[in-house]
């Protein structure tokens, strides 16, 4: 998913990027064919001999896939600190896939998302903001300061938590989202005049009001 708007930009400028996009590609499905060879004989062989630029890969290309060599472990190529990194930045594409499922947002609008996190989260986020942008369907913020009232949450961890902007939203869809917290809040939460007895559900109440507030 992430490498699609690389390859359907077919503009000169992106040239390089598209064919490096392309050759990962290539790789990772014929590796992959290679793992699969023995469990699946002829499906792969299948598949494997119809892969692009077969048979112009030179002196070194073999003509089955029963006879090239089968994929080995190269501990040099674990990066453990990077998939760290990017496990993060996936569950902060889920939480802000969460926020626009709930609030009914198409995929063509990208709203604006704040990441607020400690310094060990930031870290690990600031470098796939553009990944995390591209999945989720809007538009990544990690400065927080200023970040409006209008914003609806959704928890990542225990430090990072994914706020999307409520203001501009159409207010119809809005307003058909509000009848549906409200009413999902009425039968989670009970309540008092003061304080919440149910802690883990504020934040869809706090989403419900938010949302009241801005059709208004």
Known sequence: ELVKPVVYDKSEENEGKRACAQGCLWTVLETGLRLLHPMLPFLTEELWQRLPGRGTLGES?????????????????????????WGMSEMVVKSCRSLKKQYNIPNKERPVFFVKTGEGGRGKVVNFVTDIETLC????????????ESCAVSVVSEDTTAHMNLAGLAKQRVLEMV???????????RFTRHKWLLPKDRAIAINAAHALHISR
């Not at 090239?68 to 453990?80: E, T």
């Not at 009848?179 to 939460?189: A, L, S």
């Open 137 to 148: 369907g809007g538009e990544i913020r990690l400065d927080c300061e200023g970040m409006p």
């Open 179 to 189: 009848v549906f917290k409200v009413g999902q809040t009425v039968g989670h939460i």
């Open 61 to 85: 290309e073999v003509e089955s896939i029963m006879l090239a060599s089968y994929p080995q472990y190269d501990a040099s190529l674990c990066d453990d600190a990077l998939d760290a990194a």
